[in-house]
């Protein structure tokens, strides 16, 4: 099984960028999918989740109104779409799968099985 997120890069405030995180070895279609960041210093914070389906989202207030979390199945593909970058969404950016019908908050990183190996946002001002 594995996890891989891509699509990071530098672009300048305000800008756009769009991650992808693919799942190989399982079907898409029985997990959960999150993405959360770390920044340099900080710890590893929740940013978006979204159900099995793709029918509840969920997002960190940070977030909220500029980041959109997707999930195609039959790609066995998520998205972030992020908009409006600030600076302060510089970080390294990590996917993770959750498996259907367990416990565990979505918000919380130990909920998730698999993880992605990361991939890096840098917003300049």
């Known amino acids: 099984v594995q996890l891989q997120a891509y699509g990071g890069g530098s672009v300048q405030e305000g800008g756009s960028l769009r991650l992808s995180c693919q799942l190989s070895?399982?079907?898409?279609?029985?997990?959960?999918m999150g993405w959360f960041r770390q920044a340099p210093g900080k710890e590893r914070e929740f940013v978006a989740a979204?159900?099995?389906?793709?029918?509840?989202?969920y997002y960190a207030d940070s977030v909220k109104g500029r980041f959109a979390i997707s999930k195609d199945n039959a790609k066995n593909t998520g998205y972030l779409q992020m908009n409006s970058l600030k600076p302060e969404d510089t970080a390294v950016y990590y996917c993770?799968?959750?498996?259907?019908?367990?416990?565990?908050?979505?918000?919380?990183?130990?909920?998730?099985?698999?993880w992605g190996q990361g991939t890096l946002v840098t917003v300049s001002s």
């Open positions: 993770g799968a959750r498996r259907a019908f367990t416990s565990g908050a979505y918000y919380v990183e130990s909920a998730y099985h698999y």
């Open positions: 070895g399982r079907a898409f279609s029985n997990y959960n």
């Open positions: 979204i159900s099995v389906t793709g029918g509840n989202s």
